[in-house]
């Protein structure tokens, strides 16, 4: 039997950084972990082209900039890991970015029954957003063992 979970960012979000692949890794690294306390470098995650590309965007918006915390492409993707929900309950913890400068590593810890799900063969994944003209897209996720 196939259990469906659905993955969102919560709260009010005018930039989301993290695309359904990058969830799908995600899942992946929780996965093929032994405990729920995760270190992953974030170009695992983050590619250098993407965490470039979310730099000149920030510099060229600054009305965008201006509204988050940090406009470290790393930290903005910790800031919206951390807010990941899975049937409206929180995935992680706590997420930080250890050593952002140099080979930044995003320091995390799931929920337990985060990390239960996810471990689950029979755990299938949906990740749900608002599209550009205000509707729900859903799309499933791939997440292989």
Partial sequence: M???YTIRISGELGFVILPPHMIE?????IRNSNTQELAIPAEELLSR????YLSRVLEANA??????????ACSLMADQIKKLQCNEQDCFHDVKVKSPENNPLL????????YIV??????????????????EVNIVLECPF
């Fill in 107 to 114: 320091d995390m810890e799931t929920m337990e029954n985060f």
């Fill in 2 to 4: 196939i259990f469906d």
């Fill in 118 to 135: 996810t471990k689950d063969e029979n755990s299938r994944f949906c990740y749900a957003f608002q599209g550009e003209h205000g509707e």
């Fill in 63 to 72: 009305a965008i900039a201006g509204s988050f915390p940090y406009r470290n």
């Fill in 49 to 52: 082209g993407y965490a470039e």
């Fill in 25 to 29: 890794q995600l899942i992946h690294k």
